[in-house]
Nanobody, 115 residues
Framework: QVQLVESGGGLVQPGGSLRLSCAAS????????MGWYRQAPGKQREMVAIVITGSRTKYADSVKGRFTISRDNAQNTVYLQMNNLKPEDTAVYYC?????????WGQGTQVTVSS
């Protein structure tokens, strides 16, 4: 069994920054990819940023240049540094890990960007 524990969400003003963290624990043999997805009210869940084995990264066009994903392989932890946040970034952010062909999800953390 794999557990993903997220932290770092909250309320921030437009233009502000937040850093999300996600730590994986449990029966981890090989994590192929870790990343962040988000879901706003009334919308489908969408990929925000992922980091693949070998440190290859992929970002949604809407966050390029503002968000940075990084991964600590030794700690099985992934981070998402979010700068210049906009109201449209408001959503529940979910951590994702792909392990041996299976997708695991965290419980989600709320990010609200509002003045």
């Amino acid at each position: 069994q794999v557990q993903l524990v997220e932290s770092g969400g909250g309320l921030v003003q437009p233009g502000g920054s937040l850093r999300l963290s996600c730590a994986a624990s449990g029966s981890i043999f090989s994590i192929a990819a870790m990343g962040w997805y988000r879901q706003a009210p009334g919308k489908q869940r969408e990929m925000v940023a992922i980091v693949i084995t070998g440190s290859r990264t992929k970002y949604a066009d809407s966050v390029k240049g503002r968000f940075t994903i990084s991964r600590d392989n030794a700690q099985n932890t992934v981070y998402l540094q979010m700068n210049n946040l906009k109201p449209e970034d408001t959503a529940v952010y979910y951590c994702n890990a792909q392990i041996v062909g299976v997708n695991y999800w965290g419980q989600g953390t709320q990010v609200t960007v509002s003045s």
